[in-house]
């Protein structure tokens, strides 16, 4: 029996030999055309990076991008970016990986209300641009990026340049050509929106009696073009139902009714549903940066001393109030800074398409005697700030401004 095993190490020994061999000769070859363009794998630790030395790279990456599902199935959060972080060094060229620790920065790191930590952004956007630089011939990363400002961030002109670059794919998933159109209507670029549909629909005409999925296609641009063209001509044509404009007589409050939570409310004229406010407290004179420049490399730390909360609260019958509790996340919301801005924004470009019949998209049909912001050239906003001071948010002293 003991020479059985003998003999077994001495199999495995030779094998482990002949693939530390082959990895020698291989490596100049993976280096110049495999490897990350990073040349460090940064936030890893001497020990996770023994895995790397004998070779194994894929199977191994793909063992622990396994136990990183693990990891996040079970809620266990913080240990999931370390194997990501991992296995991108492993295997450069697994775009899962980029795309769902992406949306893991961006989507999971939340307080106990469910509030984004919104500084987990400028990673994820970070950790996209390395899986762009590692894989710039593929379509999915671009379309990761330019969805995470559609959706997340809600900036929609940004989002334009990174699926435009999405779009010149023709291997690109169909329907996800559709969001480029969707994106292009939100920034205000109506004509460009036109155009995009009408191409989409071109092409989609070429295949339409192909198969069922074929005129689904066909049927989801027409209909998509039409309501596109539909829209700027009852909002902007002749007859705009944008005009005149609405004075929107926006207002809000701000009041700290106990240590670290507040209370907003304020108005806005609007009488339906399908309008949301947007609230941002954050350390004053500090705005994030939601570029994938902010960052010189890729890390997994955050700002501690940074203090950012944003809500989306709607407005039902022309009100809007909620109170938000800070006070039981204390590693989001540390409270370090002396003052603090507490910003309300409404951004028609996500209001609902009946509101915007009446104010428009971009806000052409809308108007405020005080609060009207006409700082970006493609929307009009609805923006007021109040300053609190870290006194007051932590009622030290005087109590409750």
């Given amino acids: 029996m003991r020479r059985k095993s003998s003999g077994l190490w001495l199999a495995l020994l030779v094998i482990f030999l002949i693939q530390a061999g082959l990895q020698w000769r291989i490596h100049p070859l993976w280096a110049k055309n495999y490897a990350p363009k990073q040349t460090t794998p940064v936030g890893l630790s001497p020990e996770q990076l023994l895995v790397a030395i004998a070779g194994f790279r894929e199977f191994m990456a793909g063992i622990l991008w396994v136990r990183a599902d693990g990891f996040f199935h079970s809620g266990n959060y913080d240990a999931v970016l370390p194997v990501l972080r991992l296995v991108t060094w492993l295997d450069p060229h697994n775009l899962d990986v980029y795309a769902t620790g992406a949306w893991h920065m961006g989507y999971n790191f939340t307080d106990e209300a469910q509030r984004s930590d919104r500084r987990y952004i400028p990673l994820a956007l970070k950790f996209l641009e390395e899986g762009i630089e590692n894989n710039p011939n593929v379509w999915d990363l671009y379309f990761e990026m330019g969805w995470m400002y559609y959706h997340k961030i809600q900036d929609p002109v940004s989002a334009v340049y990174w699926l435009k670059k999405a779009d010149e794919f023709p291997d690109m998933i169909p329907a996800r050509r559709h969001i480029l159109a969707h994106a292009q209507f939100k920034a205000g670029m109506f004509n460009d929106a036109v155009q995009t549909w009408g191409r989409l629909l071109a092409d989609a005409e070429k295949t339409r009696n192909q198969d069922w999925e074929s005129r689904n296609l066909y049927d ?11 829209d700027i001509f009852r909002r902007y044509g002749p007859e705009p139902t944008t005009q005149p404009p609405l004075d929107m007589k926006f207002d809000a409050t701000v009041k700290v009714v106990r240590p670290r939570v507040i209370l907003v409310e304020g108005t806005l004229n609007i009488p339906t549903i399908g309008a949301r406010v947007t609230v941002i407290l954050r350390d004053k004179g500090r705005k994030l940066d939601y570029t994938p420049k902010a960052l010189k490399t890729f890390t997994f730390e955050v700002d501690p001393t940074l203090t950012y909360m944003q809500d989306s609260i709607a407005v039902r019958e022309t009100r809007f109030r909620r109170e938000i509790d800070m006070s039981k996340d204390p590693k989001m919301y540390s409270f370090k800074a002396p003052e603090y801005e507490v ?25 405020d005697a005080r609060y009207l912001d006409t700082s970006d050239p493609s929307v009009r906003m609805l923006r007021k700030v109040v300053t609190l001071t870290r006194d007051e948010i932590l009622m030290l002293g005087k109590r409750g401004q």
């Fill in 220 to 230: 989801v641009r027409q209909n998509n073009f039409h309501d596109t063209m539909l």
């Fill in 343 to 367: 910003e309300f924004i409404f951004d028609p470009r996500y209001a609902s398409p009946h509101i915007q019949d009446r104010i428009g998209s971009d806000g052409y049909g809308m108007t």
